[in-house]
Structures are given as C-alpha cells and as structure tokens.
C-alpha cells in the first residue's frame, strides 16, 4: 500500500496563495491521485484529481480557475497550487491514491481510494 505525506499548509490571509505537495512512496506512481478536503463539522469533499500522466483534471466548481493540480511522476509527487484563497477554503486538506494502475480522475470522483495522507491544515483569515 502507498504511503503518501502532505505538506505545505498553514495560516494565509484571504487573497493569498498556498502550494501543497503530496509524496508517494513506493516504485510505481502511475495511478490517479485526488486532493479532498474536510472543513469543520462538514463532510469530505473532493477538490481536485488528476489521472496517472497528468492529461486529466477535475475541478470542483467552487475552486476552479483559482486551483491547479499537478504531478511530477519522476518525484512521485502531485502538487495542488491555491490562489485566490477565500476564508471558505479553510480546511484540513488530504492527498489521496487510486489503486489503480494507469487510473482516471473519475475513479478518485467515485471514492476508489487505495491509501490517505494524514492530512495539512489551511486555515484562510479574512
């Protein structure tokens, strides 16, 4: 099973930006990877996915234009680079693996998850 360890949260005024890495352990990275989110006293939502060589992306509404996912397979790593951030963005963020070989972006939107990070905090002051 993949390891994978965020980082790169942390406290940001409205406006700001923030970049957030996931590294994957393991030899192969060639599956879809996610970046969900889980505010306060509100469900896990899914905020972005990329499939396994980057061609695909999904964005939730709410975020489109504003954030990029992206991946850099040779450091089995996926990046999510937030701009525009709004205090509603604040919420402990979590990088998320398809077990899949070669996955696509819909089998992270249907919650096919193989293995989860322990999660970094954005907190968004107004």
């Known amino acids: 099973q993949v390891q994978l360890v965020e980082s790169g949260g942390g406290l940001v005024q409205a406006g700001g930006s923030l970049r957030l890495s996931c590294a994957a352990s393991?030899?192969?990275?060639?599956?879809?990877m996610g970046w969900f989110r889980q505010a306060s006293g509100k469900e896990r939502e899914l905020v972005a996915a990329?499939?396994?060589?980057?061609?695909?992306?999904y964005y939730r509404d709410s975020v489109k234009g504003r954030f990029t996912i992206s991946r850099d397979n040779a450091k089995n790593t996926v990046y999510l680079q937030m701009n525009s951030l709004i205090p509603e963005d604040t919420a402990v963020y979590y990088c998320?693996?398809?077990?899949?070989?070669?996955?696509?972006?819909?089998?992270?939107?249907?919650?096919?998850?193989?293995?989860w990070g322990q999660g970094t905090r954005v907190t968004v002051s107004s």
């Open positions: 990329i499939n396994y060589n980057g061609d695909s992306t």
């Open positions: 393991g030899r192969t990275f060639l599956y879809a």
């Open positions: 998320a693996a398809d077990p899949t070989l070669y996955g696509s972006v819909s089998n992270i939107a249907r919650g096919q998850i193989a293995s």
